[in-house]
């Protein structure tokens, strides 16, 4: 079992490109099954963090990959980036 506190202290890294997305900031969770739905992440470009809003990432709990002791592995895609149909 783990705590909320200790899954938002953990780095979330995209195995797609290796590349570090945030913390949890918060998590989606039905409280009529406790089961969680996605995890959301709150990302903000660092060198103009005073001048931006923060972004918010949603990443759906079946795209985690592996939680491991320091870091969750996640499987994500921006909108972008999904072909057109």
Not at 36 to 62: A, G
């Amino acid at each position: 079992m783990i705590r909320i506190s200790e899954f938002q202290a953990k780095d979330v890294v995209n195995v797609s490109d290796g590349k570090r997305l945030g913390n949890i900031g918060d998590v989606d969770i039905d409280v009529s099954t406790g089961k969680i739905y996605s995890i959301i992440i709150q990302s903000s470009n660092r060198m103009l963090s005073m001048f931006t809003k923060e972004e918010e990432i949603v990443i759906p709990w079946r795209s985690i990959v592996k939680i491991g002791s320091d870091v969750i592995l996640v499987r994500y895609k921006k909108a972008s980036e999904f072909p057109s149909e």
